[in-house]
């Protein structure tokens, strides 16, 4: 069992990744920017230059990075993309941890034409918005701790989220598949993974391929028709 | 044109300066601008859009010269945030060009340059995990994605090393960096950048290594030659020639 730090815990899939991992049998700590409340560990955190993210991430063999910005304003989302995420990684770098999962979104590839059947290995086109900026920007800085300090690294680029029974869209992921992709995905050990996530029903837009077969994983709650 | 040069107080603000004055008007900006400039000048927070977008007002094309190489905060918040508002200032105020600045390492970071020669800029961005290479590179990706989304063209020009065009007088001749560029000719290159027709380049982002003619072959100046019109004038020859 793993020891695994969780930030953005404080989020829906904060939630119910936390939820998730611990049915698993893993040891958690938890961060957010805001107090949580939970029985068990939780650190408070800005993701910060400094000693308290280097103590924050000190004694866990993996992170779960949920990228939450401080507000809605543009700047919040560009420094959760790229400043707040250096500090962790560099935090985690400098604690020897081996793997980091970075949650990132499904939106990175919406710009291709939806008759192209597209997977992990075409390029992110993001648009100008903060929200995708912040996220093409978190898996360029990843990438680059991946690539330059051995950092074992799976990027997981999720669906839109919904706790509905049904697709509110082609690209919809119900939150507990979404849990259970990010628990699939600390056990991996591989210097760098991309994965796309998503449902698996009729008119779903991306393919979810590679997560079925590298994460051994299958979304269950948004299921095909008939099965 | 009336320019707005972001930076215009650091290390490569005055030979811009001095390459564009008197064929262009320039707005001088940086958190400490220039004391008793002829032209026009005012602090400028880079970090803050409605300060850079307040002074891009009236301005036909942006030069980022703007840098921080220490500080985690503000290196994110200058080169990254930074070059975010500036170029989202461009676009809200419909310029057509923006000139953005870094170093080599912005694209080519230490996974080429300590093994690979012959490198140009048309080689994936590994800007390495250094926090000036990367909080640059970042910069610079999110002009290239906003020249794919909007109707801006993006010239950047990457540097790394300034040299004067001759070793000063009893000077030790240390070991020449093989990306070396003297600063007027690096401000050149700035105004080429400003002036070329941009109906000519490939594409709507294009990265320029700006460099002076090297005997080393590490990296090409080739592009900049070719697609801006540019020509190094000092060869640095007195660091490298016995």
């Known amino acids: 069992m793993l020891k695994i730090l969780l930030t953005g815990a404080g989020t829906p899939l904060g939630l119910a990744v936390a939820r998730e991992l611990r049915s698993k049998g893993h040891t958690l700590r938890l961060s957010d920017q805001e107090q949580l409340r939970t029985d068990g560990e939780f650190v408070k955190s800005q993701l910060s230059h400094g000693k308290t993210t280097d103590r924050l991430v000190k004694g866990m063999h993996t992170i779960v990075h949920i990228p939450v910005p401080a507000s809605d304003e543009a700047s919040a989302w560009i420094d959760a993309g790229t400043r707040t995420i250096y500090n962790l990684l560099t935090a985690a770098s400098i604690a020897d941890i081996k793997h980091v999962v970075y949650v990132s979104t499904l939106d990175l590839m919406v710009a291709y034409d939806s008759n192209i059947r597209v997977d992990e290995n075409f390029r992110p086109r993001p648009n100008g918005e903060p929200h995708q900026l912040a996220a093409y920007l978190g898996e360029f800085v990843a990438e680059e701790f991946a690539q330059t300090r051995q950092l074992g690294l799976t990027v997981l680029r999720l669906g839109h989220l919904t706790e509905d029974d049904t697709p509110g869209d082609d690209m919809s992921l119900h939150l507990h598949d979404a849990a259970c992709a990010v628990a699939r995905a600390v056990n991996t050990n591989n210097n760098f993974r991309l994965y796309h996530v998503q449902g698996d029903y009729p008119g779903a837009r991306f393919s979810i391929h590679a997560a079925q077969h590298g994460l051994d994983w299958q979304p269950k709650q948004l299921k095909k028709e008939g099965a | ?242």
């Not at chain 2, 010269?65 to 200058?78: G, N, W």
């Not at chain 2, 000036?132 to 090393?161: D, M, T, W």
């Open chain 2, 1 to 242: 044109m009336k320019v707005l040069l972001l930076g215009g107080n650091g290390m490569l603000g005055p030979s811009v300066i001095d390459a564009l004055e008197g064929d262009h008007e320039l707005v001088i900006t940086d958190l400490n601008p220039p004391e008793n400039s002829p032209h026009e000048t005012m602090s400028v927070d880079i970090a803050d859009y409605d300060q850079v977008r307040r002074a891009a007002e009236g301005t036909d094309a942006i030069i980022n010269c703007s840098v921080l190489r220490h500080d985690r905060k503000i290196a994110f918040d200058v080169n990254a945030l930074g070059t975010y508002n500036s170029i989202r200032a461009a676009v809200d105020l419909g310029h057509k060009r923006f000139v953005n600045t870094g170093p080599h390492f912005t694209v080519a970071g230490s996974l080429y340059y300590e093994y690979d020669f012959g490198l140009k800029e048309e080689v994936p961005a590994h800007s390495d995990t250094n926090l000036y290479a990367l909080s640059k590179a970042c910069g610079q990706e999110i002009c290239r994605i906003f020249s794919e989304h909007y109707p801006i063209h993006v010239l950047c020009a990457l540097f790394l090393n300034f040299r004067d065009p001759e070793p000063a007088p009893g000077d030790e001749v240390r070991r020449l960096n093989p990306f070396s560029v003297t600063f007027r000719d690096a401000g050149r290159a700035l105004r080429r950048c400003l002036e070329v027709d941009t109906a000519t380049l490939p594409s709507r982002n294009e990265v320029f290594f700006i460099l002076t003619d090297l005997p080393h072959g590490k990296f090409a100046n080739a592009k900049a030659k070719q697609l801006l019109g540019w020509e190094p004038e000092d060869k640095l020859e007195g660091y490298w020639r016995r």
